[in-house]
């Protein structure tokens, strides 16, 4: 049990580190700061941000660094590269040195690749002490990466309201701190234990519980964070969140004592967990259960089969029968991947679902002050971070959702446990004439699978708010519009951030995942490139005045809709495409993914 204790300790340090290392959200507060000091275009502007966004591309190299060298080093190493990166950038800001545009150019690079490296050391920590519920634990930490910038906020105000460049002292020392902290968890990662299915259920019930505190503290941070213009006020509300970010400290006195209570307090006569609705297994039973499942297997295989026959014909049926994946969690590496038809399918979703989103945040500085909202920068981009979190958070929908698997199989179990008792049997006949045991497992049973819905499937529902977003925001240039689309398209592109994890650890292999999903994310260079290369060009062609070109002292600023008009209906239609891409993964997967569940839930109830 002192193990048990120990990964969820495990969980909490790998929190904390993605609650203060996702420095990639605050790009937007002080960019226009940046691109005043350092008298530069917008189209230059942009390149910084693909720069920052670059380092995706080198996080491979933190998936090989893992297998050379001990974990807790590779996060050091991360964390010093976000202290040189982002420390010489605020002395930069402050204008204490002078460097040419190309060295800034490499600090922002450098800072990106912290960024990576964190999060890839943190998917490791999740992947390796929660192999059950290892999507619960990603979808749970990585959701903490979208509340960084109201956090930094809440420090910032706390320290000096009227510092912008404090946005980056901070981005550089408290990703230091936050891994100093976990280091002594990290340090003491307990062996691999297999569980027992009592305690998977426990695990799961516990994951419930944090996440409610997680929705909590995102509520906390989105509805207050507007309060905290004063420094007292920011200081007190920075208490509530910390403490907040405290609580889940409670969770391994609440496992050990648990532990205790049902060594010194539970008895064989009164549990009702597993080991005792396994004990019951009458031979009648057994034959009801078989028969069920037949028709469960029958019944899926009907409704399976007719679409693979009718569509093997065309280009559509090859696309969707040519080299699918028949199973979720086998081993691919990187020679394998790129020769799948599923990956590059998955790549153009997360490319135009994503990735674009991550551009919109790079941009929202100028968006905001282009539409007449400069003094709102603050507010904007912590309401986009605000959105991510909750959006990583549902991402664990689809876990969630076999609580009613879980649910059935106790309902099941009850009848199991039902059938023996002759007593119990002449009550609820009493009682309840009109219901039949049988017909009631037999619905269950059947519905219990086509409930479950695919991951890809929600991969898929996640890209459709942005795709909204941006056309909403081409057509109307309010404030109301930019906040609603902003908020929609943090909950989509969190949404697709966290849940990518999952896919790739199902899709590609859970032990290639540090290196599969570094592989996955080098379309976020890309796509910040392409995508902000699109956008400035519109921005600059757009600067009409010369007398609007001083406004940021040698900055060219535009004002008015048109500045990024032309780029939302751009913007829009790519993720169309991403969309369309996430429906076909999701077609090509679904019976991987359903194979899988019903494996899993006849598992469950045998």
């Given amino acids: 049990m002192v193990g048990q204790s120990r990964k969820w300790m495990i969980l909490i340090a790998t929190t904390w580190i993605q609650a203060f ?30 720069a920052s966004d670059m380092g995706k591309a080198f996080g491979w190299c933190s998936g090989v660094s893992l297998m050379c060298l001990p974990l807790w080093v590779v996060l050091f190493m991360a964390a010093f590269l976000g202290v040189f990166g982002f420390g ?79 946005y980056l ?101 009164f ?3 597993g080991p005792t609705f396994s004990s019951f297994d009458p031979v009648d039973f057994d034959q009801l259960h078989k028969e069920l499942i037949g028709n469960d297997r029958n019944n899926n295989s009907s409704s399976v089969n007719p679409f693979s026959e009718t569509n093997k014909e065309g280009l559509f049926g090859m696309i969707m029968e040519k080299g699918r994946l028949t199973v979720l969690g086998e081993e691919h590496p990187a020679r394998l991947l790129v020769r799948r038809l599923d990956f590059w399918l998955y790549y153009v979703a997360y490319f135009c679902g994503g990735t674009i989103g991550l551009v ?19 507010a904007i981009v912590t309401l986009y971070s605000s959105f991510s979190f909750f959006g990583r958070l549902l991402s664990a929908a689809p876990d969630f959702m076999r609580g009613y698997v879980f649910t059935a199989n106790c309902v099941y179990s009850v009848y199991k446990l039902a059938s023996t008792s002759p007593a119990i049997v002449r009550l609820f ?23 479950y819905f695919a991951r890809t499937g929600w991969l898929a529902i996640a890209v459709v708010p942005t795709t909204i977003a941006f056309f909403l925001l081409a057509a109307s240039g309010g404030e109301a519009a930019l906040l609603a689309s902003t908020a929609m398209i943090g909950l989509s592109s969190g949404f697709i951030f966290a849940a990518a994890v999952s896919i790739t650890s199902e899709l590609f292999g859970p032990n290639s995942v540090s290196v599969n999903h570094n592989i996955l994310i080098t379309n976020i260079p890309i796509g910040s ?44 239609c790519i993720s169309l495409l991403g969309l369309i891409s996430s429906l076909l993964l999701f077609l090509r997967t679904r019976l991987a993914y359903y194979g899988y569940q019903r494996n899993r839930s006849r598992t469950q109830v045998s």
């Fill in 21 to 50: 290392t996702g420095t990639n959200f605050d790009f937007s507060s002080y960019s226009s700061t940046l691109k005043s000091v350092l008298g530069i275009s917008q189209l230059q502007l942009n390149y910084l941000s693909v």
């Fill in 88 to 166: 010489v950038q605020w002395l930069v800001i402050k204008q204490v040195i002078t460097l040419p545009y190309f060295l800034v150019f490499v600090l922002c690079l450098v800072a990106g690749c912290s960024i990576c490296w964190f999060n890839t050391v943190c998917f490791v920590l999740c992947i390796r002490n929660f192999p059950t519920n290892r999507a619960l634990a990603l979808s749970l930490t990585i959701s903490f990466n979208g509340v960084s910038a109201a956090l930094y906020t809440l420090i910032a105000n706390a320290i000096n309201p009227d510092d912008e460049t404090l």
């Fill in 169 to 269: 002292f901070l981005n550089a020392l408290v990703p230091l701190l936050a891994s100093s902290l976990a280091l002594v968890p990290i340090l003491r990662q307990p062996p691999l234990q297999l569980l027992s299915t009592d305690t998977t259920s426990w695990d799961s019930f516990v994951f419930f519980v944090l996440n409610v505190l997680a929705v909590f503290t995102g509520l906390y941070l989105l509805l207050l964070n507007s309060l905290s213009s004063k420094a007292s006020r920011a200081r007190i509300l920075l208490g509530g969140a910390l403490i907040l970010l405290l609580l889940p400290l409670c969770l391994p006195g609440i496992v050990c004592g648990r532990s205790w209570a049902r060594r010194t307090v539970h008895t064989p006569a």
């Fill in 271 to 273: 549990c009702l967990e």
């Fill in 360 to 378: 919109y945040s790079n941009n929202l500085g100028q968006i905001a002050q282009s539409l007449g909202y400069y003094s709102q920068i603050s």
């Fill in 429 to 451: 006949a009493c009682k309840l004439p009109l219901l039949k045991f049988d017909n009631l497992c037999r619905y269950i049973l059947r519905t219990r699978d086509k409930l």
């Fill in 529 to 572: 490139f392409l995508y902000g290369l699109l956008a400035a060009l519109v921005y600059d062609s757009n600067v009409k005045s010369s007398n609007q070109e001083n406004l940021l002292e040698e900055a060219m600023v535009c004002m008015g809709r048109d500045c990024y008009q032309q780029t939302f209906i751009w913007w829009g």
